[in-house]
């Protein structure tokens, strides 16, 4: 290819068509630059107001995890230095995306009228149903559980943390250049097959294929399923083992501040009224107070080795799949750029 | 600008000294004898304090406040107080909450870094070549000449995005456009600013980001909390009434306030990190590819317009 090209630039200066002069160029180059920033920038700027506009929308049932956590840690610290829990929700709330913001404002209000912390937060969609109900038997068993509850809600699954540090960035990363790859596909990929049709040269096959598929609205359908999918992969990991974590963090705390079998039993609305029996209905596997802490122990450790599995596959495997559609891009765009320039030599 | 090193611990040792009464030099002699960290301090400041020149000046002097803090200083009734809320709003900005307010800047630097070295890589393989083809190339390419004025074009375009930012900072409305990129790190960051301005008594500049800060809040509050808070007389204590200030034994903790801001900050960045970070580093990669491929792309731009 490299040895067509003093050809092909003899014959372009012999028709005059590549000496513009250097302002010209110059000019090319600002405009250019300051275009793609633009682009970038209005990129950015559309994604916000997109993801601010479609969140309540995706997240209407339930706030996503981030935001009870946020309430949570609020109403934790508040309640552990002895302040109203409702104007820690108010100063919550101005850390908060409308329309959970208000949400924690109307659970302030309705603290002060009587209304439980759990049901009044279940009522505006800030904590799950299951949550609810673990925050309603703190309430009953009293002492330091509703503390416990609010702490278990505001602290991460275990591993989540690990995950997100390791996952994150890769897939962050990857969906930039999927971004990149699609642009390419959709705006970049046409011109050539243009320039095939004009010169009357066929395009690589891969070049086909590649714009075969973008044309067709499967794929763009099949590109949004994937996204939402992985949207609520990545909520409903948020929240798992929410309930059992708090479940036995309840008991452990109940348990510790000697409230008897049968009031945590009622509490939690279990019928097998030992300690075994309410483990084993919250699901977990132990006997005593002890063995339920051994247990969540062992639980906190294999969730931080399971996240750090995951986080090592994930960093290995994503690139590895992200090289396939780099692969296939370039060797449709370089693929048809040498046969224009064998099909350009052929002519000339 | 402010030596922000080591500002916090001179100060809060000069509020001690000032608190006791004693003269600057001697009571900084006193404690940096105890203490490392103040003795490099103590050798820079002590001539001056002994000499009696106004604190105000010699602080000035070797960058421990900046220009405004310099009246809030000379007209201090309260000199302990004053220099213990400067103190508070000594630790930095971080610099990429900075890179983000600054993303138009930021991202023009990136791209423009990436064709740098693509072009400088190209140059030093194949400028030879190049020149055989006998084609205009693209700017930076073909000489070291081309790819320094590459070089100043890059600049001379980040600088103009940078005095526009500015330009569009001063006029008041218009400047909310520069608020909708990354809008919770910018309010974040006007919360961290606003901190940091009240505690060092900045007025002027307090009221600035209580303005940016109040307009990228508003709507997250309901309406009866929105009047209550602006119907307070000033910033503090609108802050105070969101419970954004703490407080301790009924007045401001500027240190606590300052690090809870600063937390914030960091959740803010952290966040929109996972988004921007991968993004400068496509650009920078497209950057480079596009120094590398300059001049194979304008002979098929050429192609392309030719036919």
């Given at each position: ?165 390791g996952l994150a960035p890769v897939a962050a990363s990857a969906l930039i250049a999927l971004g990149i790859l699609g642009f390419i596909g959709i705006f970049i990929v046409p011109q050539f097959e243009q320039i095939c049709r004009d010169l009357a040269v066929a395009p690589s096959p891969t070049l086909i294929a590649i714009a075969t598929i973008s044309d067709s609205p499967w794929s763009k359908l099949a590109l949004v399923l994937l996204a939402l999918a992985g949207l609520w992969l990545a909520v409903a990991w948020g929240w798992r083992g929410l309930h059992r974590r708090s479940a036995a963090g309840l008991i452990a705390s109940a348990t510790a501040a ?91 | ?307």
């Amino acid at each position: 290819m490299l040895d067509l090209l003093p050809i092909l630039c003899q014959q372009l200066n012999a028709d005059g068509t590549l000496s513009s002069p250097q302002a010209r160029q110059i000019g090319i180059t600002v405009k250019g630059l300051v275009s793609t920033v633009g682009i970038i920038l209005g990129g950015v700027i559309a994604l916000h107001i997109l993801w601010a506009a479609l969140r309540p929308f995706l997240f209407w049932q339930v706030a996503p995890p981030g935001i009870t956590r946020w309430v949570a840690r609020a109403l934790a610290e508040a309640l552990r230095q002895g302040r109203d829990p409702g104007e820690a929700l108010r100063t919550a709330a101005i850390g908060l995306p409308v329309p959970w913001s208000y949400a924690a404002c109307d659970v302030a209000e309705a603290l002060q009228v009587g209304e439980t912390l759990p049901d009044a937060l279940l009522r505006r969609s800030l904590v799950r149903r299951d949550a609810a109900r673990i925050g309603s038997a703190a309430l009953r068993l009293g002492g330091g559980a509703p503390q416990r509850w609010l702490d278990d809600l505001a602290t991460l699954p275990p591993g989540h943390q690990r995950l997100r540090d390791g996952l994150a960035p890769v897939a962050a990363s990857a969906l930039i250049a999927l971004g990149i790859l699609g642009f390419i596909g959709i705006f970049i990929v046409p011109q050539f097959e243009q320039i095939c049709r004009d010169l009357a040269v066929a395009p690589s096959p891969t070049l086909i294929a590649i714009a075969t598929i973008s044309d067709s609205p499967w794929s763009k359908l099949a590109l949004v399923l994937l996204a939402l999918a992985g949207l609520w992969l990545a909520v409903a990991w948020g929240w798992r083992g929410l309930h059992r974590r708090s479940a036995a963090g309840l008991i452990a705390s109940a348990t510790a501040a000697g409230a008897s079998e049968g009031e945590i039993a009622s509490a939690l609305g279990v019928a097998d009224g030992s300690l075994a029996g309410i483990c084993r209905a919250c699901g977990w596997r132990a006997d005593d107070r002890d063995g339920l802490l051994r247990a969540m122990a062992a639980d906190t450790e294999a969730g931080e080795r399971r996240a750090a599995v995951l986080a090592t596959a994930a960093r290995i495997v994503l690139p590895l799949l992200l090289a396939v559609p780099v692969w296939l891009l370039a060797d449709a765009i370089f693929g048809t750029l040498v046969r224009l320039l064998v099909a350009l030599e052929a002519a000339g | 600008m402010i030596d922000r090193r080591g500002r916090g611990e001179v100060l809060h040792a000069l509020a001690l000294v000032a608190g006791d009464g004693e003269p600057l030099d001697r009571g900084l002699a006193g404690l940096a004898a105890g203490d490392p960290l103040l003795e490099p301090w103590l050798r820079r400041l002590a001539p001056d304090l002994a000499a009696g020149r106004p604190l105000e000046q010699v602080l000035r002097r070797h960058r421990l406040i900046g220009r405004d803090e310099v009246a809030v200083v000379a007209a201090s009734t309260d000199l302990p107080a004053t220099l213990r809320r400067l103190a508070a709003a000594s630790p930095a900005v971080p610099l990429r909450a900075r890179a983000l307010r600054w993303l138009p800047v930021t991202l023009t630097v990136t791209l423009g870094v990436g064709t740098l070295v693509g072009s400088a890589l190209l140059n030093l393989a194949a400028t030879q070549p190049m020149h055989d083809l006998n084609i205009r190339l693209p700017v930076g390419h073909g000489s070291t000449g081309s790819w320094l004025a590459l070089v100043v074009l890059i600049a001379a375009v980040a600088a103009a995005l940078a005095g526009s930012m500015v330009a569009l900072d001063a006029i008041p409305g218009v400047r909310r456009l520069l608020h909708l990129w990354c809008p919770e790190v910018q309010r974040s960051l006007a919360l961290a600013e606003l901190v940091r301005a009240l505690a060092s008594q900045r007025r002027a500049a307090a009221l600035r980001h209580w303005r940016t800060w109040w307009f990228l809040t508003r709507w997250r509050l309901p309406y009866q909390l929105r009047n209550a808070t602006v119907a307070e007389p000033d910033a503090e204590q609108r802050l105070a009434a969101l419970g954004v200030l703490p407080l301790r034994h009924g007045a401001p903790d500027w240190e606590a306030a300052v690090a809870t801001a600063d937390a914030r900050l960091a959740g803010a960045v952290g966040a929109a990190s996972m988004l921007i970070g991968p993004l400068l580093w496509g650009c920078l990669l497209c950057g480079f590819f596009y120094g590398v491929m300059g001049p194979l792309l304008t002979i098929v731009e050429q192609l392309n317009g030719g036919f």
